[in-house]
């Protein structure tokens, strides 16, 4: 079972839609969750982080986290062309590494 | 301004050769990580230092090695055992504790 599971998409949003990412993992011990976008060709920029169940605001961003369910996901509202990308979930056990999702290739139609 | 630099940005490796990539970083962070990534895949790690001095092996070491004599450097030698060595390379660090991980721009290496 892989320790962190994104569907890979495709995703197509149309510009101006809200792009839901969704990801799952297995280890109830994980405490810290990030979101990576990450360009072709380009190195991972991390874009969110959230460490409490609930929701996270950040600009058109928000992270929900919810650790019964073992699930975070990503909300881009207003998604514009320059959102496509690939969108990686990763996930942290206290004082450990990091372990990344395979990654949402998201792409937005103008 | 603070950073990761890695270089080269391109590097191409004939057979049988080792080859080293560069990772700098003056983000003052102790724990620094390499990972492989392939096209269509996910990140995979080769190594990680969290202080100087000390490495461990992650999930794909063979065929790789490293050395952390500066907080601020962590080169990775591709060596001939790793038969397959072609992929996007990346550095990264971080501070410790529950934080995300700064990557660099990245090596892309290719074997002719």
Redesign the interface.
């Known amino acids: 079972q892989k320790e962190v599971e994104q569907n ?1 998409g495709p995703l197509s949003v149309p510009e101006g839609a809200i792009a839901s990412l969704n990801c799952t993992y297995s280890d109830r011990g994980s ?2 969750f ?1 979101w ?1 976008r990450q360009y072709s060709g ?5 874009i969110m ?1 959230i ?1 409490s169940n609930g929701d996270k605001e950040d600009g058109r961003f928000t992270a929900q986290l919810n650790k019964a369910s073992q699930y975070v996901s990503l909300l881009i509202r207003d998604s514009q062309p320059s959102d496509s990308a690939t969108y ?1 979930c ?1 996930v ?1 056990l ?2 450990e ?2 372990t ?4 949402t290739r998201l792409t937005i139609i103008p | 301004d603070g950073g990761i630099t890695q270089s080269p940005k391109y590097l191409f490796r004939k057979e049988g050769q080792n080859v080293t990539l560069s990772c700098e970083q003056n983000l003052n962070h102790d724990a620094m ?1 390499w990972y492989r990534q392939d096209p ?4 995979r ?1 080769i190594y ?1 230092s969290q202080i100087v001095n000390d490495f461990q092996k ?1 999930d794909i070491a063979e065929g790789y090695s490293v050395s952390r004599e500066k907080k601020e450097s962590f080169p990775l030698t591709v060596t001939s055992a790793q038969k397959n060595p072609t992929a996007f390379y ?1 550095c990264a660090s971080s501070v ?11 090596t892309r290496l290719t074997v002719v």
């Open positions: 890979s405490q810290s990030f990576y380009k190195s991972p920029e991390l982080s460490y990686l990763a942290k206290a004082n590494k990091l990344f999702g395979t990654g | 990580y269509g895949q996910g990140l790690l990680y992650g990346l410790r504790g529950d934080y995300g991980y700064t990557f660099g721009s990245g």
